[in-house]
């Protein structure tokens, strides 16, 4: 009788329910979170940019405009079709206290009916004048610009002066500094224009042998050093983990170089996660090989007929 039947197997051999449903959550958990995060961080953004900056300038056009625009009366003129607000102390146009009743709705489900003639004027600007169909695009359009313009104020002369004043004067604020010191170097390192571009990804032996490291290949080295090795050379960019912006360079033999089937933002990625983050195609070649390295004696059980061994030990029983 073939010893590994599965009709003899211990109950300690199978996945326990537990086990196979705590395993089924977190990989829901894999599929789920990385979708959701990255919602959750537009969202984030967009309400830090709405409350902070979007909110705040679209109050004050609004309190200016009203400042201009508003009819309020202490007395109802005999002359004029005007109306007294909720409290009855005030009177306004008659339109303006139409419009904002029966376009109310525009501004969400749960918008409070104005109590007062002034919030009258309020809703009444912020429908006519600045619905969000205007505001928004208007503010993305004005955003773009003021992007525009400071790069290019900042960008050379005085501009850029008064940036590294500022980066020196924040690099001396206790705390402040080392998060401001972070967040500038993703940023710079995203955003900025670099002159180095990378060729490809490879991998080489460093920093010694049975070590080996990613990195981008640069271009060619120096003529010397490749005189030197007898063969071509290449410069390789050693990023560090997890703030790839950082890292030196080597040089190194083409022949001791590796290409790796990888993309500069997946190698950028498996560094900046410090090797958790591995392409798919990465994965599955990893399993391939794990399944022939010596000492695995499963390796024919897990993989079935490819030398037949499997399927004649099953035959012969």
């Keep these: 009788m073939n010893p590994t039947n599965s009709d003899e197997l211990s109950p300690a051999a199978s996945p326990s329910t537990a086990t196979t449903f705590r395993r089924a959550i977190l990989h829901g958990l894999g599929i789920v979170m990385p979708p959701l995060l990255t919602i959750l961080l537009f969202v984030w953004a967009w309400t830090t940019t709405e409350n902070y900056v979007l909110s705040p300038l679209e109050a004050g056009i609004r309190n200016v405009l009203v400042w201009n625009l508003q009819e309020i ?176 360079t080597v040089t190194v033999r083409k022949s001791e170089a590796v290409d790796l089937d990888l993309t500069i933002d997946q190698a950028i990625q498996f560094i900046v996660s410090c090797g958790v983050v591995v392409p798919a195609k990465q994965q599955q070649a990893f399993s391939r090989l794990q399944l022939n390295l010596p000492g695995s004696g499963n390796a024919s059980a897990m993989l079935p007929g490819d030398d037949g061994s499997a399927d004649s030990s099953t035959s012969a029983d």
């Design 73 to 248: 009366e202490d007395v109802k003129p005999v002359d004029r079709n005007f109306v007294a607000d909720p409290t009855g102390k005030k009177f306004l146009p008659q339109y303006v206290v139409s419009y904002v009743d029966q376009n109310l709705h525009r501004l969400g489900p749960f918008e409070p009916v104005p109590g007062t003639a002034i919030a009258y004027w309020h809703r009444y600007v912020q429908l006519v004048y600045l619905p969000r169909t205007v505001v928004v695009p208007f503010f993305l359009l004005m955003f773009l610009i003021l992007l525009y313009f400071l790069g290019r104020m900042f960008a050379n002369g005085i501009g850029r002066f008064f940036v590294r004043a500022m980066d020196r004067f924040i690099g001396r604020v206790p705390v402040v500094s080392n998060v401001y010191s972070s967040v500038k170097q993703v940023t710079d390192f995203v955003f900025s224009e670099r002159d180095i571009e990378f060729n490809r990804v490879v991998a080489v032996e460093y920093p010694r042998k049975g070590i080996w490291s990613i990195g981008f290949v640069t271009g060619q080295s120096m003529a010397d050093i490749s005189a030197a090795a007898n063969e071509p050379v290449l410069s390789v960019l050693m990023p560090t983990s997890p703030m790839p912006v950082t890292g030196f």
